[in-house]
């Protein structure tokens, strides 16, 4: 496929802010600053970015707890973001959810739940409010693989597909669900995709390490969800490069493989070499960019750390209304 420059650099901007973000916390997490565990994305960033290239103003989007910058990514302001992981009212839940409970209606985000899979439900009745009001827009819902083969996501995929909804359902499959590999846990490859067909649905398996061919394969999935044609999977293989938290030594794998992929199938890196080679980016464009938005990040969580904290009168605010 052809693209213009224009979108080829539009997903650069998005594909390096997203892996500064995740360093970023994982940064911020290693100097004690966050108020919590850091589930890190980095190396998975492409799957995110590709998909969500398909994304237009009113669609839903159900969020894992990795890669959470994807939340930004879709519209949450830095300071919101950092708000959030910081434990500060600045955040879109005063800082009582934390890293694992982003979540912005406005911006179509319908939060997260620290039961993974478990919600899987909730992007399928974001799909029945779409067909209601007649609308061409879809739901995303993102799961890992280990996620994926819970039963509520089963559930959700047999209602979504009964009723014809336009979900798009992504399976981010980074090859371990905490410390259990995909081979232990599927008896298929493609631990979503494979299975799709018993829900009647069509399905795409794509290098999540490259954005482009995640973009191809998603572009087209998510044109015949929102054609009216019902729900849709995306399989994004890729790999978890840290542990399933900071901290993980990750002791049951091998740590030469995980540096072939880290060497290998780096997707900022290898998107990077590809737009200078096609003539479209430059050394000097690629460092300012990185520097402009460490400027921007850093400044937010200065203004974040300088915000108030919730009092412990607070804490229980909103808890049942």
Same mark, same amino acid.
């Given at each position: 496929?052809?693209?213009?420059?224009?979108?080829?650099?539009?997903?650069?901007?998005?594909?390096?802010?997203?892996?500064?973000?995740?360093? @970023?916390? *994982?940064?911020?997490?290693?100097?004690?600053?966050?108020?919590?565990?850091?589930?890190?994305? *980095?190396?998975?960033?492409?799957?995110?970015?590709?998909?969500?290239?398909?994304?237009?103003?009113?669609?839903?989007?159900?969020?894992?707890?990795?890669?959470?910058?994807?939340?930004?990514?879709?519209?949450?302001?830095?300071?919101?973001?950092?708000?959030?992981?910081?434990?500060?009212?600045?955040?879109?839940?005063?800082?009582?959810?934390?890293?694992?409970?982003?979540?912005?209606?406005?911006?179509?985000?319908?939060? /997260?739940?620290? *039961?993974?899979?478990?919600?899987?439900?909730?992007?399928?009745?974001?799909?029945? *409010?779409?067909?209601?009001?007649?609308?061409?827009?879809?739901?995303?819902?993102?799961?890992?693989?280990?996620?994926?083969?819970?039963?509520?996501?089963?559930?959700?995929?047999?209602?979504?597909?009964?009723?014809?909804?336009?979900?798009?359902?992504?399976?981010?499959?980074?090859?371990?669900?905490?410390?259990?590999?995909?081979?232990?846990?599927?008896?298929?490859?493609?631990?979503?995709?494979? @299975?799709?067909?018993?829900?009647? /649905?069509?399905?795409?398996?794509?290098?999540?390490?490259?954005?482009?061919?995640?973009?191809?394969?998603?572009?087209?999935?998510?044109?015949?969800?929102?054609?009216?044609?019902?729900?849709?999977?995306?399989?994004? @293989?890729?790999?978890?490069?840290?542990?399933?938290?900071?901290?993980?030594?990750?002791?049951?794998?091998?740590?030469?493989?995980?540096?072939?992929?880290?060497?290998?199938?780096?997707?900022?890196?290898?998107?990077?070499?590809?737009?200078?080679?096609?003539?479209?980016?430059?050394?000097?464009?690629?460092?300012?960019?990185?520097?402009?938005?460490?400027?921007?990040?850093?400044?937010?969580?200065?203004?974040?750390?300088?915000?108030?904290?919730?009092?412990?009168?607070?804490?229980?605010?909103?808890?049942?209304?």
């Amino acid at each position: 496929m052809k693209y213009e420059k224009d979108f080829l650099m539009k997903l650069y901007k998005e594909l390096l802010e997203t892996r500064l973000l995740e360093i @970023k916390m *994982t940064d911020l997490y290693a100097e004690s600053r966050v108020p919590g565990h850091i589930h890190s994305g *980095t190396g998975q960033e492409a799957a995110f970015v590709g998909v969500l290239a398909a994304r237009k103003p009113g669609d839903y989007f159900k969020l894992p707890h990795r890669v959470v910058s994807a939340a930004h990514l879709v519209g949450d302001p830095l300071d919101t973001f950092f708000g959030e992981i910081l434990a500060k009212k600045t955040g879109n839940a005063g800082g009582r959810g934390g890293v694992n409970h982003l979540g912005r209606l406005c911006d179509g985000v319908l939060g /997260m739940s620290g *039961t993974l899979g478990c919600d899987a439900a909730i992007p399928v009745g974001a799909a029945l *409010t779409i067909e209601t009001e007649g609308r061409d827009n879809v739901a995303f819902f993102f799961a890992g693989d280990g996620a994926t083969n819970r039963g509520p996501v089963y559930e959700a995929m047999t209602l979504a597909a009964d009723w014809k909804l336009p979900v798009v359902f992504v399976c981010i499959n980074n090859e371990f669900a905490i410390s259990t590999p995909v081979t232990f846990s599927s008896p298929v490859p493609n631990v979503m995709a494979d @299975k799709a067909a018993g829900f009647n /649905m069509p399905s795409v398996v794509v290098d999540g390490t490259d954005v482009l061919q995640t973009y191809e394969g998603a572009s087209k999935i998510v044109e015949g969800v929102r054609a009216g044609n019902g729900p849709a999977v995306i399989e994004c @293989k890729c790999y978890r490069w840290r542990g399933h938290f900071e901290g993980d030594q990750c002791a049951y794998r091998d740590q030469a493989v995980t540096e072939k992929w880290i060497e290998e199938r780096d997707c900022v890196k290898n998107f990077e070499k590809a737009l200078m080679e096609w003539g479209l980016l430059t050394e000097e464009e690629s460092k300012k960019m990185r520097e402009d938005f460490d400027k921007e990040m850093n400044d937010a969580i200065d203004r974040t750390e300088a915000a108030p904290e919730m009092t412990a009168e607070e804490i229980f605010d909103y808890l049942y209304v």
